[in-house]
């Protein structure tokens, strides 16, 4: 889903089909190679990319070093990304650089509250949702991958094992698999982390499922405040 550069992607362009080419009305080059990277990664990177499309890189106005830059991390080599953009623009006349971490900005921010509705047995022990991960956290389903979720550990790393099912029809609306020190109970409320990166800009009204209320807390007094709510007006305004 992610991946760039698999065989017959859409995207790009090979160096070999550029030689030769007008460039004149180019003004820059974008490459997109990270995901949660740290800075030692885009070092190989830039190498890759000097030896392919280096010569193009000083008669352009700028060059996108795409995103995957994990810079808000605790661990993350500011320095030598400083560094690195640095001597690059010095290699190419002091090209303009461009960056694109987006996930930086939001990283560990955000959560998504949802509420058990009830507890099924079909070899197992499945826990229905009122929330869902084809419409609130659809990377879920189409990357895949499995949220954390506070006090929540991997299947059978705990006591109490549960199939965390969504509320829409679409059968394979399965969160995932987690493990629970205590057995759940109806109206128990589950705590999704870091929510705000793609849930917000991707989720849907599929099966006429509300969207999650938006809140924001605030530390200084404690307090959570609800700022937005959805309902079937909403729903309505995106298909007329």
Same mark, same amino acid.
């Given at each position: 889903m992610y991946?760039p550069?698999l065989?017959g992607?859409r995207?790009?362009?090979?160096?070999?089909?550029l030689e030769?080419?007008?460039?004149?009305?180019?003004?820059?080059?974008?490459f997109?190679?990270?995901c949660?990277?740290?800075?030692d990664?885009l070092v190989r990177?830039?190498?890759?990319?000097?030896?392919?499309f280096?010569?193009y890189?000083?008669?352009m106005?700028?060059?996108n070093?795409?995103g995957?830059?994990?810079?808000?991390?605790?661990d993350y080599?500011?320095e030598l990304l400083c560094k690195?953009?640095?001597?690059?623009r010095k290699r190419?006349?002091g090209?303009g650089?461009? @960056?694109?971490? $987006?996930e930086?900005?939001v990283?560990n921010a955000g959560? *998504?509250? /949802?509420? %058990?509705?009830d507890?099924?047995?079909n070899?197992m022990e499945?826990a229905?949702l009122?929330t869902?991960?084809e419409?609130?956290?659809?990377?879920?389903?189409a990357?895949?991958?499995r949220?954390?979720i506070?006090?929540?550990?991997?299947?059978?790393?705990?006591?109490?094992?549960?199939?965390?099912?969504?509320i829409?029809?679409?059968?394979?609306?399965?969160?995932g698999?987690?493990s629970f020190?205590k057995e @759940?109970r109806? $109206?128990?409320?589950l705590?999704f982390?870091d929510m705000? *990166?793609y /849930?917000? %800009?991707k989720?849907t009204n599929f099966?006429?499922i509300?969207?999650?209320?938006?809140?924001?807390y605030k530390p200084?007094?404690g307090?959570?405040?609800?700022?937005?709510?959805?309902g079937y007006?909403d729903?309505?305004?995106?298909?007329?």
């Open positions: 991946n550069v065989p992607s995207f790009g362009v090979a160096p070999s089909d030769g080419e007008d460039l004149s009305g180019i003004d820059g080059l974008h997109h190679a990270l949660e990277q740290n800075s990664v990177v830039l190498e890759s990319f000097e030896k392919r280096g010569k890189a000083s008669k106005k700028w060059v070093f795409g995957g830059h994990h810079i808000t991390r605790k080599d500011i690195t953009i640095s001597d690059f190419h006349g090209v650089i461009y @960056l694109e971490p $987006g930086a900005v990283l959560v *998504l509250v /949802s509420s %058990v509705l507890i099924v047995r070899g499945i229905i009122d869902s991960a419409t609130h956290m659809p990377d879920v389903l990357m895949p991958y949220p954390e506070i006090g929540a550990g991997k299947p059978k790393e705990r006591k109490y094992t549960y199939r965390l099912g969504g829409s029809c679409l059968a394979g609306d399965v969160i698999d987690y020190a @759940l109806r $109206g128990e409320r705590v982390l705000a *990166l /849930s917000f %800009v989720n099966n006429g509300r969207l999650p209320s938006l809140a924001i200084e007094s307090k959570v405040q609800v700022v937005r709510r959805f007006q729903y309505k305004g995106r298909l007329s």
